[in-house]
């Protein structure tokens, strides 16, 4: 039987500084666990062999792949928050934008009074919702 469904984020090089950010966004959020590449081993060393960060509850893992990859984060998947007021979601769209850039402006789209879609400047999809 399955034990668990967790977003798994792969960076390249650069999951700490996105944790980071997160973690300054969001309320309550907080590492986990955090697991580094040492000396010798296949990533480099201090990068984010595995990481999981909590955002309201709910567990992200993220790593730095020691691999590089031509592909990266698609908005196809992304990270939906309902946010508590007009202000918080403002104040989330335009920390998240910056740097990214906006799918989707803020505007009440019929499904919820105001809604964006933003990707961040490491290429994480966000939504975020004022239901």
Known sequence: MVRSVKPFLMFQGEAEA?????????????????????????????????????????TIMCIDSPVKHEFGFTPAFSLFVDCDSEDELEHL?????????????????????????????????WQLNLP
């Open 18 to 58: 996105a944790m980071n950010l997160y973690l300054s966004l969001f309320s309550g959020a907080k590492i986990v666990s955090i697991n580094r590449y040492g000396p010798g081993e296949v990533g480099p060393e201090g990068s984010i062999m595995q990481a999981e960060l909590s955002i309201a509850g709910e």
């Open 93 to 125: 769209a335009s920390a998240l934008a910056e740097g990214g850039g906006v799918l989707m402006p803020r505007a009440n789209y019929g499904f919820s009074r105001q809604f964006t879609w933003i990707n961040d400047r490491y290429g994480v999809s």
